[in-house]
């Protein structure tokens, strides 16, 4: 079983509330088990609890969740463009799976409200997937035929 954290901005807390529920009832519906939900005030704030997220040995993935709605400047571009560089540089270092469920930049809030079910679940469905199939590489030998990881 994949043991799943998930952090969530309050930012927008009208549409991540509903991408948390979406994103639970998603890991349920796969099999995982939800050992954290934490919840950061914005999703530029999202990297800090990454980081001891992925610290920890009952976490095997982590999906993040948020929206970045646009706005008179290019504020959103700057904080989504930002947490995204560093929620995959984190992942890349911790070589645990860390998935991008967040919308925006350049989202209205109808957009994003639109796009609520879809991006908790992708990201919820990307963490599992990456976690079982690098379990699944961890533990498989290569015996002169191509190992094939789905």
Do not use: C, W
Not at 53 to 64: F, I, M
Not at 68 to 84: F, M, P
Not at 97 to 121: D, F, K, M, S
């Amino acid at each position: 079983m994949v043991r799943l954290a998930i952090v969530v901005a309050e930012f927008n807390y009208d549409i991540t509330q509903l991408m948390l529920q979406k994103a639970v009832e998603h890991a349920k519906f796969l099999g995982a088990e939800i050992t954290y939900i934490v919840k950061t005030p914005g999703v530029y704030d999202i990297p800090m609890i990454l980081k001891e997220l992925v610290a920890k040995e009952e976490v095997d993935a982590v999906a993040t969740l948020g929206a970045v709605i646009q706005g008179a400047t290019k504020h959103d571009e700057l904080v989504a463009t930002q947490a995204a560089r560093k929620i995959l540089d984190i992942a890349v270092e911790s070589g645990k799976p860390i998935t991008l469920g967040i919308i925006g930049h350049g989202a209205n809030r109808i957009q994003a409200l639109e796009r609520v079910e879809e991006y908790a679940r992708r990201a919820v469905e990307a963490a599992v997937k990456m976690a079982r199939r690098k379990k699944a590489l961890r533990e498989a030998k290569y015996n002169g035929s191509t190992v094939y990881i789905d």
